[in-house]
C-alpha cells in the first residue's frame, strides 16, 4: 500500500527551527518528485518548496526562500523540509505529495500524507 507520513510539526516561537519529514513506504521516492505544500485555515493549499526525483531540480516559494530548504534521504525513503527563521504566518498545515514531476500546482500530485500542524507562535 503506497503511503506518505509527515511527521516533525509542532509549536515554536518566531525565529525558532522546525524540520518536517516525509517517510514514504510501498514505493521508492526516487521515482517521484516529492513537494511540500501548505495550507492555511480559510486559505488555499500551495507549494511550499518541491524537489525532483534525481534531487537535481527543485522549487521554493518566493516567501520561504532562504528560509527552507528542502532535502531527500533515498537510503531512508524520506525527504525532508527544514523551516527556519519561522514567522506566524508560517502557521499552517503542511502536507507532502508524491507526483511526476516538479510543480507547485497541487492538482498535479497523485498522492498525499494526512499533514502536520505547523504552529508558529510567542
Known amino acids: 500500500q503506497l503511503q506518505l507520513v509527515e511527521s516533525g510539526g509542532g509549536l515554536v516561537q518566531p525565529g525558532g527551527s522546525l524540520r518536517l519529514s516525509c517517510a514514504a513506504s510501498?514505493?521508492?521516492?526516487?521515482?517521484?518528485?516529492i513537494g511540500w505544500f501548505r495550507q492555511a485555515p480559510g486559505k488555499e493549499r500551495e507549494g511550499v518548496s518541491c524537489?525532483?526525483?534525481?534531487?537535481?531540480?527543485?522549487y521554493t516559494a518566493d516567501s520561504v526562500k532562504g528560509r527552507f530548504t528542502i532535502s531527500r534521504d533515498s537510503a531512508k525513503n524520506t525527504v525532508y523540509l527544514q523551516m527556519n527563521n519561522l514567522k506566524p504566518e508560517d502557521t499552517a498545515v503542511y502536507y507532502c505529495?508524491?507526483?511526476?514531476?516538479?510543480?507547485?500546482?497541487?492538482?498535479?500530485?497523485?498522492?498525499w500524507g494526512q499533514g502536520t500542524q505547523v504552529t508558529v507562535s510567542s
Open positions: 505529495a508524491a507526483g511526476r514531476s516538479v510543480s507547485s500546482r497541487p492538482g498535479t500530485y497523485d498522492y
Open positions: 524537489i525532483s526525483g534525481s534531487g537535481g531540480g527543485t
Open positions: 510501498g514505493f521508492t521516492l526516487e521515482n517521484y518528485a
